[in-house]
């Protein structure tokens, strides 16, 4: 498919950019170091010790670690994955009903002065940035002699609303200095019919192997076993420390004062401390709709689940399903509540899972339910994509363009949508997205919309040279270019019908010396630079472009076409 000139030129100036390790910052915060897994080789132990590389790691802790409240909590571990005597820093979050696990993945440089991306070197793994479920006590190892290489197999599971449910078998692989995924087989089930849209009495289970080719529920079972038949097998273990970010002054940690009085663990007899490793998050549904909401916890012997109102008063689910007739609530195995039957009245409340222990009580924060018809109110956008694409239109920019659409949508085979409240003001944005992507336009946002006065108004459109990616935290990733000396990189966040600039980084061209230069600036300025300008280097424009970008993500999608 044929590219935009303006991607080619930003392409060639981004190949010319490396990421590497900056400066030592502050530590904001010291919990006690974990051990590395596997002992430093002789060489590397002669530059500098084990516990010397892990103040190298913490002295360059703005590059790994996750520093938005939303993230919480969080995890990391040093290890040393390829065994090569220099210590890595995997830290990981694991967030959304879809269960995303997101990831920062840095090792220390050879001569221990910095620390280098591990991940920034095109990794593939399934989704935006879904990493498997790797925050786990313990990982399988094998050693392939021939390859040079060990694999740490582990399972992805990714949900898409409560109708689909996708898993896939892959290999973590760290080799000279780049972390790579091995695909090695899916399985999807299935409660809906894609054709009918009626339920099936029983899930439907497809499973392939890395090539597409259909295979048994047993063989995906057993794919690792004989993916890795014959070679050594050892286990690492992983110790992870939990990080809980601080939330802003004007929001509180929890729905309910009782609620955090709960978490000291004080109160409670000698024991394994309750940890908190998934916390429930909000979710939009049509009215009479259906959706899951889902946490985990470690060291937890039982659950409940509880219900906030607006005003933070806690109530239980049979206490919730009485306010709310009609209402139903299901607590399911796999610390999962179904909501079904959901009534506009419930619109605005939270959910919030207790976890007991023997050393503690543990809540999570609370999540959040929209009900309303908001797939009706976003009809017309939907619609438009529809006959785009089955018209044949979605190739042809130019009627893309005439029609309000998002002309990138031509670089994938399909496109779906998805609703999430990204300005939490109680109104999901409509978010369309590819499905079926190119390279080109991965993980991009094609379109956002919101309601104004019931009706749809635009947001943000990405085009060739201005492309828009959804983060983690519900910040919005705003690529553009005016040249290949002027590329902008841009955090943003909605505010009710627009965009607010957060923070950038941008490029632009010095007439003196005849050179690209590079700037970061906090909040928006007519002009660039500006007084708000500061001169960064290279690296540290790359880097910063690298963590934004590393968290983009696309919301589970439903097919528009």
């Known amino acids: 498919m044929k590219k935009f ?100 993945f ?88 894609e054709d009918t849209g009626e339920d099936y009495p029983d899930a439907v289970t497809v499973c392939e192997d890395a090539a597409g080719n259909p295979i048994s529920e047993q063989d995906y079972d057993s794919m690792v076993e004989k993916r890795f038949a014959g070679m050594e097998k050892s286990e690492l273990q992983l110790a992870w420390v939990r990080v809980e970010n601080p939330w802003p002054e004007e ?33 939009s549904i049509a009215v009479g709709g259906k959706t899951w909401f889902i946490a985990h916890a470690d060291n937890a012997v039982s659950l409940s689940w509880q219900l906030v109102d607006p005003e933070g008063t806690v109530y239980s689910l049979e206490q919730a399903m009485e306010r709310h007739p009609g209402l139903s609530l299901q607590d399911l195995e796999g610390d999962t509540l179904a909501v079904s039957n959901a009534p506009q009245s419930l619109n605005g409340w939270g959910i919030q899972a207790v976890f007991d222990g023997e050393g503690n009580l543990a809540v999570t924060t609370p999540a959040y339910i929209y ?36 002309e990138v949508a031509a670089y994938s085979t399909g496109v779906g949508y998805a609703l999430k409240d990204l300005d939490k003001n109680g109104v999901p944005e409509l978010i369309v997205a590819g499905m079926g992507t190119d390279d080109f336009s991965e993980n991009m946002a094609y379109d956002i919309y919101t309601l104004v006065n019931g009706a749809p108004a635009n947001i943000a459109t990405s085009q060739a040279r201005s492309r828009y990616y959804i983060l983690a935290d519900n910040t919005l990733l705003s690529e553009g270019s005016g040249g290949a000396s002027h590329t902008y990189i841009t955090l943003q966040k909605v505010n009710g019908s627009s965009l607010e600039d957060l923070e950038m980084v941008f490029t632009d061209y010095d007439e003196a010396s005849g050179a690209t230069v590079f700037y970061s600036q906090q909040g928006h300025s007519d002009n660039l630079p500006s007084e708000k300008s500061t001169r960064i280097s290279e690296n540290e424009f790359q880097t910063r472009w690298d963590q934004w970008k590393n968290r983009a993500y696309v919301p589970p999608l439903t097919a528009i076409f």
């Not at 009085?261 to 401390?273: H, N």
């Not at 908001?374 to 619609?383: E, Q, S």
């Open 251 to 283: 929001e509180p940690l929890s729905g309910d004062a009782e609620a955090a009085g709960l978490q000291d663990s004080s109160l409670f007899a000698e024991g394994p401390a309750v940890v908190i490793t998934k916390n429930p998050t909000s979710e």
């Open 371 to 406: 009900v309303g018809d908001f797939v009706t109110a976003y009809r017309n956008v939907i619609d438009a994509y529809r006959t785009a694409y089955s018209t044949g239109n979605s190739q042809n920019g130019q009627y893309l363009w005439e029609h309000g659409l998002s």
């Open 5 to 104: 000139i303006g991607f080619l030129l930003i392409a060639a100036m981004i190949a010319a950019l490396t990421a590497c390790g900056g400066a030592p910052a502050p530590v904001d915060s010291t919990p006690q170091s974990t051990e590395a897994s596997y002992p430093d080789s002789a060489a590397a132990q002669a530059q500098f010790s084990s516990e010397e590389q892990k103040q190298v790691l913490e002295d360059n802790r703005e590059f790994w670690a996750f520093t938005e409240p939303y993230d919480s909590p969080w995890f990391y571990t040093f290890t040393d994955l390829d065994r090569n005597g220099r210590l890595e820093v995997i830290a990981a979050t694991t967030q959304g009903t879809g269960i995303f696990t997101y990831a920062n």
């Open 106 to 193: 840095w090792e220390v440089l050879p001569d221990g002065s910095g620390i280098d991306n591990c991940y920034h070197k095109n990794a593939e793994i399934e989704g935006p940035d879904d990493w498997p479920e790797i925050i786990q006590d313990s990982l399988p190892c094998y050693y392939d002699a021939l390859a040079g290489c060990y694999y740490y197999p582990c399972e992805n599971v990714t949900r898409d609303g409560y109708a689909h449910q996708y898993y896939s078998w892959q290999a973590l692989c760290l080799k000279d200095g780049a972390a790579d995924w091995e695909y090695l087989a899916s399985k999807n089930v299935n409660w809906r019919d």
